[in-house]
């Protein structure tokens, strides 16, 4: 794929003192990542290097792999994406804009572990993985901008009426717990979410469950 590139953190020209400290990445089909302002500025101290890739007019990108589009009209890639453990959720391509804004859970509340939970508790990582891996797609009770997939706290949390061996076969591979013609979920192997995540992920959903109640109607 041909392409020039320019580096994101001189893009946007950000100042020390910036009032924010998260980039909201949006794509055109409604996928919205959230990209700590820190791993962006840790590109210049050793870190991975994030880069807006634009297409080469003489070289119009090619169809994405499974997909029926392309990657333009941005794409934000990242060097090195080891060095700073960037997750497979914050690539966005077909990329429309980004904006600058407090992190997710100030922004929502209703997404976040309670200040009084242990420092350690898996719930806390959880949450972590959620924000990376989950909310560009699924919102939690009402938190998040997408609306890509199902909201996975409201009306129900998926711990109600999954197993955990369920759930981690949903993040792992989705098409053998349901499938449908459109289905657009991916899954996601080792590489992309640990086990130990998996586990961090399953424990903020059943925290997050912790006040419902499944009521009949």
Not at 24 to 38: K, N, Y
Not at 60 to 67: A, E, F, I, S
Not at 75 to 91: A, F, K, N, T, V
Request: proline fraction near 12%; charge should be neutral; hydrophobic fraction near 35%.
């Amino acid at each position: 794929m041909s392409y020039r590139a320019v580096p994101l953190i001189s893009l946007l020209k950000i100042p020390p003192n910036a009032p924010f400290d998260t980039l909201e990445a949006r794509a055109t089909d409604g996928f919205v990542s959230q990209i700590p302002l820190g791993l962006v500025r840790r590109g210049g101290e050793g870190g991975s290097k994030a880069w807006i890739a634009i297409e080469d007019p003489a070289k119009p990108w090619p169809n994405l792999p499974g997909k029926d589009v392309s990657a333009v009209p941005f794409y934000l890639i990242w060097e090195h994406p080891e060095r700073s453990g960037i997750g497979s959720e914050q690539w966005p391509f077909a990329l429309a804009s980004l904006e600058g804004l407090k992190p997710p859970a100030e922004r929502w509340p209703q997404m976040a572990v309670a200040a009084d939970a242990p420092v350690g508790a898996p719930a806390r990582r959880g949450q972590e993985v959620y924000t990376v891996q989950c909310l560009s797609c699924h919102r939690m009770n009402g938190a998040g901008e997408s609306d890509m997939g199902p909201d996975l706290g409201d009306p129900m949390n998926p711990t109600q009426y999954l197993t955990p061996a369920g759930l981690r076969m949903l993040v792992r591979n989705p098409k053998s717990v349901r499938t449908w013609p459109d289905q657009k979920m991916p899954g996601f192997d080792k590489t992309m979410i640990s086990e130990s995540d998996v586990d961090a992920l399953i424990a903020y959903l059943t925290y997050m469950a912790r006040d419902k109640t499944p009521s009949p109607n």
